[in-house]
T-cell receptor, first 118, second 111 residues
Framework: GAVVSQHPSWVICKSGTSVKIECRSL??????MFWYRQFPKQSLMLMAT?????????EQGVEKDKFLINHASLTLSTLTVTSAHPEDSSFYIC??????????????FGPGTRLTVL | GQQLNQSPQSMFIQEGEDVSMNCTSS?????WLWYKQDPGEGPVLLIA?????ELTSNGRLTAQFGITRKDSFLNISASIPSDVGIYFC???????????FGQGTRLTINP
């Protein structure tokens, strides 16, 4: 299989502060990672595509200046929620894209990070 | 935007029963992936399908990539309590790397 980790698993912060979430592919290299947000009892909502060595591609309606993404290596992408507010409280999940034999293309997910902004 | 219709939205079954859920779309998919998500956790990949007509099993789970490339189903045989959770289908359209997700099927099992 393929293992993706996220850190921290949960974080509580004060309104106005910034929070950084790390996503690592532990046993494979990922040129592409994805960041999702999930509200209770809903499906995953793609926020942005993170490409190693280049700028992230944000989905419509996602503020790129608020959700900063850095993908500096083939195994690490970070999401920084800047000037967090209570409405940013959510479950943030990353995934890493693994391209296998025969051009198979699969995404493996991290365990998620629960962000609570007070 | 692109949409996957996943059904049923929820299922309440007895332990030992078989389960079937499916996803359909008006678009043609190149990849179908089935995930299971437990509360407070990230989705875990169950089965990946890459070819139209492909039928793949993983233990008690079986999934198929529809021949029209617009649908997929997941079956679970002889359900057990640890099968409880939310199941998501997801797929890739054309050359896109990003996934389109279904709304999820919430499975509840009565012992």
């Amino acid at each position: 299989g393929a293992v993706v980790s996220q850190h921290p698993s949960w974080v509580i912060c004060k309104s106005g502060t910034s929070v950084k979430i790390e996503c690592r592919s532990l046993d494979f290299q990922a040129t592409t990672m994805f960041w999702y947000r999930q509200f209770p009892k809903q499906s995953l909502m793609l926020m942005a595509t993170s490409n190693e060595g280049s700028k992230a591609t944000y989905e419509q309606g996602v503020e790129k200046d608020k959700f900063l993404i850095n993908h500096a290596s083939l195994t690490l992408s970070t999401l920084t929620v800047t000037s967090a507010h209570p409405e940013d409280s959510s479950f943030y999940i990353c995934s890493a894209r693994k391209v296998g034999a025969g051009r198979t293309d699969t995404q493996y997910f991290g365990p998620g990070t629960r962000l609570t902004v007070l | 935007g692109q949409q996957l219709n996943q059904s049923p939205q929820s299922m309440f079954i007895q332990e030992g029963e078989d389960v079937s859920m499916n996803c359909t779309s008006s678009s043609i998919f190149n990849t179908w992936l089935w995930y299971k998500q437990d509360p407070g956790e990230g989705p875990v990949l169950l089965i990946a399908l890459y070819k139209a007509g492909e039928l793949t099993s993983n233990g008690r789970l079986t999934a198929q990539f529809g021949i029209t490339r617009k649908d997929s189903f997941l079956n679970i045989s002889a359900s057990i309590p640890s099968d409880v959770g939310i199941y998501f289908c997801a797929g890739q359209i054309g050359g896109a790397q990003k996934l389109v997700f279904g709304q999820g099927t919430r499975l509840t099992i009565n012992p």
